[in-house]
């Protein structure tokens, strides 16, 4: 049984991608996109700025990804900050810690890491301010078990 409906997920079928990363593309280096951005093929490096983030079946990604959505249906190394909402489709994987106030986690999705969830305010203020509150900046300074 899933967490959520499929249909949650399948409302993101890159209707409104700006920028895509076709399955023939190998993208390395730093990213940043103002818009949506779809991966199918594969990015080494962090991406940053993007309203929406979408890591679809056949795509890979080795490095951060910083977004305010994000819907991994592929795989990632690396960690994950999602402003909003981070959702982790079937067959999808995450090997890195993730921040988000909402996550949604498919049946038949794999996560290796650690999760912080945090209020839809706190995640907002790092976007933007590039850095963690007050409080969460002191649980920095360790790194998040595995």
């Known amino acids: 049984m899933a967490i959520f409906p499929k ?4 409302k993101f079928d890159g209707g ?3 920028t895509i990363v076709g399955p023939e593309a190998y993208f390395n280096g730093s990213l940043t996109v103002r818009g949506s951005v779809r991966v199918e093929g594969e990015v080494e490096g962090n991406i940053h700025e993007a309203h929406t983030v979408i890591i679809g079946h056949g795509g890979r990604v080795k490095g951060d990804v910083c977004a305010e959505h ?3 249906g592929g795989s990632v190394e690396g960690d994950i900050i999602a402003a909003t909402q981070l959702e982790l489709i079937a067959g999808g994987r995450i090997i890195g810690d993730i921040r988000t106030p909402k996550l949604l986690i498919e049946d ?11 209020t839809g305010k706190e995640g907002k203020k790092e ?8 409080d969460e900046a ?9």
Not at 108 to 118: R, V
Not at 127 to 134: D, F, H, L, V, Y
């Open 7 to 10: 249909s949650v997920a399948r």
């Open 16 to 18: 409104d991608v700006v």
């Open 70 to 72: 994000v819907v991994v």
């Open 108 to 118: 038949g999705a794999t996560f290796e890491g650690a999760c912080l969830m945090h």
């Open 127 to 134: 976007k933007e301010t590039g850095s963690a509150p007050a």
């Open 138 to 146: 002191e649980s920095e300074e360790e790194p998040l078990p595995r």
